[in-house]
């Protein structure tokens, strides 16, 4: 990773240029400048070096190693976007993100691995999750340091996402936050609910239009990023996601799997360039006449 010192900087130590301005982490700074991956002017440097405007730092972050074996999963996968640093997926529903005991071989990570050709040295990144019944845009870091960047934006104004659900039901306000504590379910290691010892979990949502069979079309924006988050504030204002197994009514016939819940846009600043990127996906139940963008 680069970064041109602004004329600002100049005179400052290149330490503080790297936890400052590229946000390196202390740990990362430490374990690199013993290692010869931290260059100034394409040459190795100790941090205690000062820089001039117009200098180049260059930070090599380690590179981490998978700690298990991956078997591909070669299935059609939707890429809007993909640089050196960061790519966007469609994820499909039902899949889950990353492989695990119950998903062993059949996950994104396992598809991505099959999608770059099963490199010895694949470490899957993803910068945000889905649950295995939604579906929609996700974004996989593809080197350690984009990934700690994106991640330390993840719930700011850096990084939007909003999302399309197909609810059992009409919100009694057409726009709102719903603002609930969300814990885990006492009797379940995968259930949440709504719980004065829960973490504060804030989603905003605006009714879009209602549907023939009572329900709504809503768009909602995580303000906050608990597991099962909108799933659970849905159910908890009698709205529950339409084929939620978990916290409404399966539809084993239209959802088989999954659920009317998909991670439709998504609003970024490029890690490295800072450049402002925007993404849409529109799942089919959802119609095309659907606007993201603007939601005050």
């Known amino acids: 990773m680069e970064y041109q010192v602004k004329a600002e900087e100049d ?21 690199a400048k013993w290692n010869g991956r931290i260059l100034l002017n394409g040459e190795p440097v ?18 981490d190693r998978p700690v298990y074996s991956l078997k591909p999963y070669d299935i059609p996968l939707d890429i809007p976007y993909m640089d050196e640093y960061l790519m966007v997926v469609v994820k499909p529903s039902p899949l889950a993100s990353q492989s695990s005991r119950n998903h062993p071989d059949d996950s994104l990570e396992n598809a991505l691995y099959s ?18 019944g939604t579906g929609g845009l996700m974004v996989v870091a593809r ?7 994106m991640q ?11 999302y399309l659900a197909l609810a059992d039901g ?3 306000e057409r726009e709102g936050v719903i603002d609930l504590p969300i814990g885990k379910a006492p009797e379940a290691s995968v259930k949440r609910i709504i719980t004065p010892e829960g973490k504060k979990s804030v989603t905003r ?39 939620d197994f978990l916290y409404g009514t399966e539809d084993p016939e239209r959802f088989t799997g999954r659920f009317a819940l998909h991670s439709a846009y998504l609003e ?10 925007r993404f849409t996906s529109i799942p089919d139940w959802a119609g095309t006449d659907v606007l993201l963008m603007d939601f005050d």
């Open 143 to 149: 080197t350690p340091y984009a990934q700690h960047l």
């Open 170 to 172: 009409m919100p009694a």
């Open 268 to 277: 970024m600043k490029h890690p490295v360039t800072g450049e402002k990127m």
């Open 46 to 63: 100790h941090t205690d070096a000062r820089v001039q405007a117009g200098d180049t730092v260059s930070f090599i972050p380690a590179e």
């Open 205 to 243: 949502y605006r009714v879009l239009h209602g549907t023939e069979d009572g329900g709504a079309l809503i768009l909602l924006e995580l303000k906050t990023g608990r597991t099962h988050q909108i799933r659970v504030h849905l159910s908890a204002i009698g709205c529950p996601v339409h084929g």
């Open 11 to 31: 005179g400052r130590r290149i330490r503080d240029i790297l936890r400052r301005s590229m946000e390196v982490s202390y740990s990362a700074m430490k374990s």
């Open 115 to 132: 999608y770059f050709g099963c490199p010895e040295d694949f470490v899957y990144r993803p910068v945000n999750r889905l649950d295995k």
């Open 152 to 162: 330390r934006k993840l719930h700011g104004p850096d990084f939007i996402r909003r």
